[in-house]
T-cell receptor, first 114, second 113 residues
Framework: GENVEQHPSTLSVQEGDSAVIKCTYS??????FPWYKQELGKGPQLIID?????GEKKDQRIAVTLNKTAKHFSLHITETQPEDSAVYFC?????????????FGKGTHLIIQP | DVKVTQSSRYLVKRTGEKVFLECVQD?????MFWYRQDPGLGLRLIYF???????EKGDIPEGYSVSREKKERFSLILESASTNQTSMYLC????????????FGQGTRLTVV
């Protein structure tokens, strides 16, 4: 099955700086890669996703890049703000025509220092 | 506002009890999922369902079963709760196409004593 590795487990950055979280996946057939943000006491919420036919996607301060050859994808957050403090999860799945569950990384606790 | 609702935020059960965790979604989604979240281990898939009465094992199904009698409701059952099942349990739902957003409930913190 799929295996997703996520680094770092904790990331502390100064407010206004950029944050980068990296993930690798094992199954070359995986073709959908979402990122979720989980705030304290809440369930994870999708913030951005990318499909295997795209190399990069951007949404305001958030961007995701995908390198299919190397089987890794990254989340980039620019101009970080206090509300970006949360746990972030990457995930991967192969959509072969049927339903399947996402395989998640272990999460990154992002801390924005004022 | 789309919603996935889990019946309890916190539960405390005794070892050996049969435990039911309930999840309801109001988005008419075909897919529903149960995940378990533990510190340092991330989210791990227990079971999922892509249609009424259909179920598929995830990565860690041992000690769990599920029931989906209606499209909007997906139940996780711990047949005989054990202390190593103390965890946060998250329910999610999504449309039939896997390439779509999964919506999560707020989670149920289960403690087995």
């Amino acid at each position: 099955g799929e295996n997703v590795e996520q680094h770092p487990s904790t990331l502390s950055v100064q407010e206004g700086d950029s944050a980068v979280i990296k993930c690798t996946y094992s199954d070359s057939a995986s073709n959908y890669f979402p990122w979720y943000k989980q705030e304290l006491g809440k369930g994870p919420q999708l913030i951005i996703d990318i499909r295997s036919n795209v190399g990069e996607k951007k949404d305001q301060r958030i961007a995701v890049t995908l390198n299919k050859t190397a089987k890794h994808f990254s989340l980039h957050i620019t101009e970080t703000q206090p509300e970006d403090s949360a746990v972030y999860f990457c995930a991967a799945v192969y959509s072969g025509g049927g339903a399947d569950g996402l395989t998640f990384g272990k999460g990154t606790h992002l801390i924005i220092q004022p | 506002d789309v919603k996935v609702t889990q019946s309890s935020r916190y539960l405390v059960k005794r070892t050996g009890e049969k435990v039911f965790l309930e999840c309801v979604q109001d988005m008419d989604h075909e897919n529903m999922f149960w995940y378990r979240q533990d510190p340092g281990l991330g989210l791990r898939l227990i079971y999922f369902s892509y249609d009424v009465k259909m179920k598929e094992k995830g990565d860690i199904p041992e000690g769990y079963s599920v029931s989906r009698e209606k499209k909007e409701r997906f139940s996780l059952i711990l047949e005989s709760a054990s202390t190593n099942q103390t965890s946060m349990y998250l329910c999610a739902s999504s449309l039939a196409d896997t390439h779509t957003e999964a919506f999560f409930g707020q989670g149920t913190r289960l403690t087995v004593v």
